[in-house]
């Protein structure tokens, strides 16, 4: 009978719903969009509980949103497909094209405090190519190790005013994180405008410009064997 077989379907596909129905776990995946992390750098990094984000980790793997390996006494989780990044987008558009809120969210915080485009990933390549700017990835140093725009210099957020002298003078800067409502690229730029560097946001995070084909470099964890 095809209508079983309709519903099946329609009862697998709702299982993936309410896999994601929790803001925690889109936090967790869209951490775990930028490389494999243990539990308690997810903890830590999403402000949760070790023992609540393992109970989120485990709804997620339930439905193969995400896979996990054990070294000694450490569990460590990646997305199980980069499939996930793309149902994480998605619902961001959906809730933005037809919620209000979410609407007013990003023109108070994204499109009133960032007064220039930001940056398309092929206009990025571009002035990469002809050296017009300078590239900072602004994620903590994990997620830089585990993937990154090739040429761009690491400075997690929170060491970017004491570091200022490491970039140079008179170029435009852009500053990239984890994707396109990311919050970390609009500190960088508060903190470079404050200080009179001219500076812009790249529009998508490291695992949307990976998704479009461009290059990502990597670098060996710390304490990685050579």
Known sequence: MIVPVRDDLLYH???????????????????????????????????L???????????????????????????????????????????????????AEVREIVQDHFQSLDDLEALGAEDLAQRMRTGEVTLVDVRPRDEYRA?????????????????????????????????????????ALATLREHGRSARRLGVGLPDWRALGYPVETEPPVGARP
């Open 13 to 47: 596909f709702s299982r993936i719903g309410k896999a994601v129905s929790s803001p925690a776990r889109l936090k967790l995946l869209d951490l775990l969009a930028q490389g494999e992390k243990s539990v308690e750098t997810l903890a830590g990094q999403a402000s």
């Open 49 to 99: 509980t070790v023992k609540n984000t393992s109970a989120h980790l485990r709804a997620l793997r339930s439905t193969s949103l995400v896979a996990a390996r054990r070294d000694g006494s450490h569990v460590f989780y990646r997305l199980a497909d980069e499939s996930a990044v793309g149902l994480l987008r998605a619902l961001e558009d959906v809730a933005r094209r037809q919620i």
């Open 147 to 187: 993937g990154h725009i090739p040429g761009a210099i690491s400075i997690p957020v929170g060491e970017l005013e004491r570091r200022l002298a490491e970039l140079p003078a008179g170029r435009e800067i852009v500053a990239y994180c984890r994707g396109p409502y990311c919050v970390l690229s609009l500190e």
